[in-house]
């Protein structure tokens, strides 16, 4: 029975995690999206673009052999994905990539040369010796 008890601890341990909640509310709110996003498609885009005569693109089907093929609501479901996509990049992806960038700090490269304190010329950053005044330089 502690075994039991220690499995039911660690599963609500596991389930009351923030990233476990996290995902299950990104999931039903992305379902929601996808159903909004099929009625805007289904009754909005497809009407604009649809085929003289057919005002619904689900209804497109053709026949084989006795079996009844549906490329119509393939069609729906493509121009389904395509809208998901577009605003899913064009609302979520841009502005969470401009964000990002502007919260990006590079440090800056290590410098590959150094001036010689001689000449001034530029030489390699290990140079013991300028290869332009021929004095003998500090490693830095």
């Known amino acids: ?20 909640v996290d995902l299950a509310v990104g999931v039903v709110i992305g ?5 909004v996003v099929s ?10 673009i649809t085929i003289p005569g057919k005002t619904n693109f689900s209804d497109l089907s053709f026949t084989i052999g006795g079996g009844v093929f549906f490329y119509g ?6 121009i389904n994905f395509i809208v998901i996509a577009a605003v899913v990049f064009f609302f979520v992806v841009k502005p969470v990539n401009m964000l ?3 919260r990006k700090v590079e440090a800056a490269p290590e ?9 001034l010329s530029k030489i390699p950053v ?3 010796r300028c290869a332009f005044c021929t004095s003998e330089v500090k490693v830095a």
């Open 1 to 20: 029975m502690r075994n039991m008890t220690s499995n039911l601890s660690e599963f609500k341990a596991f389930i009351l995690r923030g990233n476990v």
């Open 31 to 35: 379902l929601a999206f996808q159903a």
């Open 39 to 48: 009625a805007f498609v289904k009754d909005i885009i497809t009407p604009i």
């Open 73 to 78: 609501d393939l069609i729906n479901v493509l």
């Open 100 to 102: 990002m960038s502007r």
């Open 111 to 119: 410098p590959l040369t150094r001036e010689c304190p001689f000449c």
């Open 126 to 128: 290990a140079a013991t």
